[in-house]
């Protein structure tokens, strides 16, 4: 059950940028590693494994996926889908959607924030990202950086309700 918090807020991470502003000029000046803190063959790591030849080519940079598996989330889940009562009757309205999102270390210039998003955002209307994604399940959106940050806010602040409620103590 401690796994749902993070299954739900799933998110892969961008990784490995060093902050200054002569790395914006030249960004990106060394291979780039998507974290995924999921099984490998997930969502997560589907997801990243559709964009990344796309930054690879657009980058002219090596990006790689940097499998980081932690707690097995699957046993989370599947001990949730198990319990009852159902979320329709515990919780009337209750919405859980799966996003994902790219985030970069604190401190990134913002000129390096701007490309990576511009990036994600043009290869996210590509036709093969599309079908790719759809291939998977997904719905490839985008929204600007402010919007993102807001949302991710509501997503915290919300899980963390859902999470007190429930019990969860912070390990």
């Known amino acids: 059950m401690r796994s749902t918090f993070r299954t739900t ?3 892969t991470v961008l990784a490995a940028l060093a902050p200054s502003a002569a790395f914006a000029q030249a960004f990106p000046g060394k291979v780039v590693r998507i974290v995924i803190p999921f099984s490998l063959g997930g969502s997560n790591d589907l997801t990243a494994r ?3 030849p796309h930054l690879s080519e657009r980058w002219k940079q090596q990006v790689i996926v940097d499998p980081h598996v932690g707690a097995a989330s699957t046993v989370g889940a599947t001990y949730v889908a198990r319990s ?11 919405e859980a959607i799966a996003w994902f999102g790219m985030f970069v270390p604190r401190g990134t210039p913002p000129a390096v924030v701007r490309k990576i998003r511009d990036d994600i955002a043009d290869i996210l209307k590509t036709p093969a990202v599309i079908k790719g994604m ?3 399940g997904g719905d490839p959106s985008g929204m600007p950086t ?3 940050a807001k949302m991710v806010r509501s997503e915290i602040e ?3 309700r859902v999470a007190k409620a429930a019990g969860f103590k912070p390990q």
Do not use: Q, R, T
Not at 84 to 94: D, K
């Open 9 to 11: 807020l799933i998110a």
């Open 50 to 52: 559709v964009l990344l």
């Open 84 to 94: 009852a009562p159902p979320m329709a009757e515990a919780a009337p309205g209750f």
């Open 134 to 136: 759809h291939g998977i």
């Open 146 to 148: 402010e919007e993102f």
């Open 158 to 160: 919300k899980w963390s």
